[in-house]
């Protein structure tokens, strides 16, 4: 019975610093948390691309980028200003079918979407560290900038 409370616990834990590193942290990277069709209708208007990170809630490396890495003050000011951040998870009715669209092959996969067009521009799949991450995302705003 102890075990079970146990587990329940550190389940329910995983799950609020999952909600909680994608919606409050107090630096790093802000995810909306609009429907897809929002989120393109703000991309476009901002003429943005839209970093998405596709994630479960049970993923460890998808809870390691949440607390390690989109926390970070540089890229959070960067992706802030550059683009519009969404994290959407897999298992939910939207994440099901952008999954599909996307043609999710693992967690975590993080895509640079074009929402004009809807095309993927550029994609990790796994783990990126935040010098990756960065730098990934300034050459696709150098880009589109030319």
């Not at 989120?39 to 998808?62: H, N, Q, R, S, V």
């Not at 926390?71 to 951040?85: A, C, H, M, R, S």
């Not at 897999?90 to 067009?117: A, C, T």
Request: with cysteine; aromatic share 14%.
């Amino acid at each position: 019975m102890k075990k079970t409370i146990f587990v329940a616990l550190i389940g329910l834990f995983f799950s609020v610093a999952t909600y909680a590193q994608h919606s409050k942290s107090a630096t790093g990277i802000k995810f909306t948390e609009a429907s897809w069709k929002k989120i393109i209708e703000k991309a476009k208007a901002e003429k943005k691309l839209i970093f998405m990170d596709a994630y479960t809630t049970w993923c460890g490396p998808c809870k390691m980028l949440q607390a390690r890495v989109f926390p970070d003050k540089n890229l959070g000011e960067f992706f802030n200003q550059n683009f519009v951040n969404a994290a959407i998870d897999m298992e939910s009715d939207e994440g099901v079918r952008l999954s599909s669209v996307y043609e999710v092959q693992g967690y975590p996969s993080l895509f640079f979407i074009d929402p004009n067009n809807g095309k993927v521009v550029k994609m990790f799949l796994g783990y990126t560290e935040i010098d990756q991450l960065l730098d990934a995302g300034k050459k696709l705003v150098a880009k589109r900038k030319v």
